[in-house]
């Protein structure tokens, strides 16, 4: 029976040699999709110096063409992450502390994040979208789990498929058993915070990689799990019960994998994973049909660019023309919308710039700043009143906005009476109490 250790090493790359002492622990941080990895990684990369981060770019193999590019500066790595590393890449780094680290995520939640993602990324570029069931079958059943065995353990696929799922568990239980860290997508502070103090980067990273942008930039409707069918649901969890049972056993490990016992393993019923993956090609054709021909959109990413260009440099009637030609792709992108509205109104066309402002309100009702540019065109067209209220929203959405509060006291509002309306205002409620106790 073969063992985790029994894999061949990929072949020694041509290292820099030179006298300093290799020193310093150094972690390896496997970046599973949708799992909080690209916000370590960017965080890393911004704030450690050239040379003690490296992110794979590509996937190494013990019989592909190598050269000392491909791999980290060996005399100064402190950081190896990316998607593509594997547990051969230790050999570079004998008698060096090695931490590594992995970040889990609930399946059926990781599978959505990933579509809505991927979907919203194809409407940003103009390409085409296509259904959740068509996301699953594109892809391996027991996602996480294969991309563990393929990725860090570097098992091939004809030796997956002549595995059983119950050896597989076996196998990345007794690897992630020698993990530094392993947890949640939640756990990202724990682990900057962790890191962070040993390599002299600040411990608290800006998000990365998030859906918040993308849906107001595309509109894209999040497909959740509420939303799906039982039934969508339950064969998802028979599909993919390795990757189920390794995340109940693993997800909240931290930093004692060691001490993790995990729970016995009983799938419902077979993966079928030889079967499927003989006819996954068949879905990945489809998949590339739907996405590049029958729903492209055009070039969005490119038009949009050229338009935000436009606005940056001031051409405002170029930038009105080009946002509108992204809505007629995607016409459910609020933030668009706003954009659009800021265009028509530098260029002149305010009445055309509140229509647009409204759209955006509509698609996106909770976003303060969209009431805050409504009532700058509602006060453009002397309609006081209108503008009054679409401030007063803004500040109710957001209380510590000082602009919405601001443009109500140019409106004549007193203090008194914006505290009154806006209950959460604590600065204007303070300034109310005290005029009243004076």
């Not at 990689?209 to 039982?230: D, F, I």
């Amino acid at each position: 029976m073969s063992s985790v250790r029994e894999l061949p090493p990929i072949g020694e790359p041509e290292r820099p040699r030179n006298s300093a002492a290799q020193t310093g622990r150094v972690y390896f941080l496997l970046h599973v999709p949708k799992t909080a990895g690209q916000t370590i990684q960017v965080h890393l990369a911004e704030h450690c110096a050239p040379g003690v981060f490296w992110q794979s770019q590509r996937r190494l193999r013990a019989d592909a063409r190598t050269s000392s590019a491909d791999f980290p500066d060996v005399d100064r790595a402190r950081v190896v992450a990316g998607h593509h590393i594997g547990r051969s890449l230790e050999q570079l780094f004998p008698g060096r502390e090695l931490r590594q680290i992995v970040l889990l995520r609930d399946p059926l939640q990781m599978q959505l994040s990933f579509y809505n993602w991927k979907m919203m990324d194809h409407l940003a570029k103009g390409l085409g979208t296509y259904s959740f069931s068509l996301h699953l079958k594109a892809l391996p059943c027991n996602f996480i789990s294969h991309f563990l065995l393929s990725r860090w353990l570097e098992l091939s696929q004809l030796r997956l498929m002549a595995m059983t799922d119950r050896r597989k568990y076996q196998l990345l239980n007794k690897a992630l058993a020698g993990f530094w860290f392993v947890g949640s997508h939640s756990d990202c502070d724990r682990v900057l915070a962790a890191v962070g103090a040993d390599l002299g980067v600040p411990a608290v990273a800006a998000p990365r990689n998030t859906s918040a942008e993308l849906q107001a930039h595309t509109g894209w409707r999040l497909v959740t799990e509420r939303s799906l069918p039982a039934s969508t649901r339950e064969a998802f969890l028979e599909r993919n019960a390795l990757d189920q049972a390794l995340w109940e056993s693993w997800g909240a490990a931290g930093f004692a994998p060691g001490k993790v016992r995990p729970a016995a393993f009983r799938p419902r019923r077979s993966s079928m994973f030889v079967a499927r993956e003989v006819i996954r090609p068949w879905f990945r054709a489809r998949r590339y049909v739907r996405r590049e021909w029958v729903g492209r959109r055009g070039p969005t990413a490119e038009t949009l660019a050229s338009a935000n260009s436009a606005r940056d440099a001031g051409e405002w009637e170029r930038a009105a023309q080009q946002y509108r030609e992204v809505l007629r792709a995607i016409p459910r992108a609020p933030a668009i919308w706003v954009q659009y509205g800021h265009a028509l109104k530098e260029a002149g066309q305010v009445a055309e710039a509140e229509q647009a402002y409204r759209r955006s309100v509509a698609l996106n009702p909770d976003i303060a700043d969209t009431h805050l540019q409504l009532g700058h065109a509602l006060k453009l067209q002397g309609r006081i009143e209108e503008a009054a209220a679409a401030y007063l929203r803004a500040a109710v959405l957001d209380p510590a906005f000082d602009y919405a509060r601001d443009e109500l006291t140019g409106l004549g509002w007193p203090v008194p009476r914006r505290a009154r309306a806006i209950p959460d205002d604590d600065a204007a409620g303070a300034a109310a109490r005290n005029s009243a106790s004076a």
